[in-house]
């Protein structure tokens, strides 16, 4: 089975939206997209579960994950994305591990936005040692992923300063709504169609609109 991509990743795609979103979290100014490297990572958890998006600006790498439910093994998988990650920079980069001169690699970030129906909070952290099973002090190895609650009246600071996930979260909540009363098929094709009306994601929903009905409705299924 390939690997189906959902609107969040298609979003990501974007060098311009990845450095409007990297912006508004870290209270940035970067102005240019060509400063963002997008990293395609071609190993996964599963041919059905892989990071979202990942990219580097400035030697931080940034690996940002939607998720509509609430999932307590990020840590985990984010720890599998990096190393994947990390293989192929270094392999990119002509890096040799048995050299004398350390290596210096990009800072990893680890971001989750969260919009699912279950009551959380607006922010939290979850981190690999409540993983182990016999941690006793201070653990060796430690991430740490950050997951942010862009559902409805959640961070409304960051929804207002991101244009991109502000109407992001609008989208997925027309979608849910309209799916209270109508076929799955039909509260998507809605969405999208009163989304372009709105000027929600207009121009990106309007080149692709087929695709994303298709990954809408695959995954709001799954």
């Known amino acids: 089975r390939e690997y189906k991509s959902d609107v969040f990743s298609m979003l990501m795609e974007s060098k311009e939206n990845a450095l409007e979103v990297y912006n508004a979290l870290n209270d940035s100014e970067y102005t240019n997209p060509e400063d963002v490297e997008i990293v395609q990572l071609e190993r996964g958890v599963s041919l059905s579960i892989r990071n979202d998006a990942s990219f580097i600006i400035d030697m931080n790498i940034n690996f940002y994950e939607h998720q ?58 979850n981190c690999l040692s409540e993983s182990y099973e016999n941690q006793q002090g201070e653990p060796n190895l ?25 109407e992001y979260a609008q989208y997925v909540e027309k979608v849910r ?37 298709a990954m809408s409705i695959f995954e709001y299924d799954k």
């Open 177 to 213: 709504k309209n799916a209270e009363t109508m076929s799955l098929d039909a509260a998507v094709k809605n969405a999208v169609d009163e989304c372009i009306q709105k000027g929600i994601l207009a121009d990106f929903l309007r080149v692709n609109r087929a695709e994303v009905i």
């Open 68 to 125: 509509s439910t609430y999932n307590p093994n990020m840590p985990l998988r984010s720890l599998i994305y990096f190393v994947n990650t990390l293989q192929d920079w270094l392999k990119d980069n002509d890096k040799d591990l048995f050299s004398r001169r350390q290596i210096q690699i990009p800072t990893p970030h680890f971001i989750v936005f969260y919009n699912g129906k279950r009551k959380m909070p607006d922010r939290w952290t």
């Open 142 to 166: 430690e991430l740490k992923v950050v997951t942010i609650n862009i559902n409805k009246d959640c961070n409304r600071k960051l929804m207002e300063q991101c244009r991109i996930l502000g």
